[in-house]
């Protein structure tokens, strides 16, 4: 069974940072690219960072400098380390594996002082 799950979610004031997880399973982790996704209240998801099996990695402009994707295939384990949080980035976490095409449930972000 396909699956992932997110977690690492919180409240933190502007300025703070956050570590994602996003642990995965029934799959072959170390030859899928995995990509972070956000939705916030009202918006469309939109794709916030793309980590491929050599980890090699794409941002979107939004998050460029500040947030970091990580991997480590021994765990089968990815990570997005977020820097700088900002109230925008307030929205919903999710992990995507784009082989089967599974989304994790998601982890809330609020960026609130």
């Known amino acids: 069974q396909v699956q992932l799950v997110e977690s690492g979610g919180g409240l933190v004031q502007p300025g703070e940072s956050l570590k994602l997880s996003c642990a995965a399973s029934?799959?072959?982790?170390?030859?899928?690219?995995i990509h972070w996704f956000r939705q916030a209240p009202g918006k469309q998801r939109e794709l916030v960072a793309t980590?491929?099996?050599?980890?090699?990695?794409n941002y979107a402009d939004s998050v460029k400098g500040r947030f970091t994707a990580s991997r480590d295939n021994a765990k089968n384990t990815a990570y997005l380390q977020m820097s700088s949080l900002q109230p925008e980035d307030t929205a919903v976490y999710y992990c995507?594996?784009?082989?089967?095409?599974?989304w994790g449930q998601g982890t809330q972000v609020t960026v609130s002082s």
């Open positions: 995507h594996e784009s082989y089967f095409g599974q």
């Open positions: 029934g799959f072959q982790f170390s030859i899928t690219n």
């Open positions: 980590i491929t099996p050599k980890s090699l990695t």
